[in-house]
């Protein structure tokens, strides 16, 4: 099993910067990629961004030139700097782990609060 735990959340204004870290611990080896994933009061889970296990990165075209993910291999840990929040980017965000096999593992999240 893979455990992820988020942490660096919290209550911005708008324009301002948070960082976000998840880090992993278990079965490591068995992870193909990461992401970052948020929802909304009253709406669905959405994508925000991946890295796949090469490295290469996906985003929302919501965040894009404004979020960067990015990862530390030897603490395993993956990050998400989020730049120029916006209110409409307040959410839960969520780690994941999409695994070569086994289900994908979830953090428990971390509520970002961006004030207008």
């Known amino acids: 099993q893979v455990q992820l735990v988020e942490s660096g959340g919290g209550l911005v204004p708008a324009g301002g910067s948070l960082r976000l870290s998840c880090a992993a611990s278990g079965s490591i080896a068995t992870i193909n990629g990461m992401g970052w994933y948020r929802q909304a009061p009253g709406k669905q889970r959405e994508l925000v961004a991946t890295?796949?296990?090469?490295?290469?990165?996906n985003y929302a075209d919501s965040v894009k030139g404004r979020f960067a993910i990015s990862r530390d291999s030897s603490k395993n840990t993956m990050y998400l700097q989020m730049n120029s929040l916006k209110p409409e980017d307040t959410a839960v965000y969520y780690c994941?782990?999409?695994?070569?096999?086994?289900?994908?593992?979830w953090g428990q999240g971390t509520q970002v609060t961006v004030s207008s």
């Open positions: 890295m796949s296990k090469r490295g290469s990165t």
């Open positions: 994941n782990a999409d695994r070569f096999y086994g289900p994908p593992a």
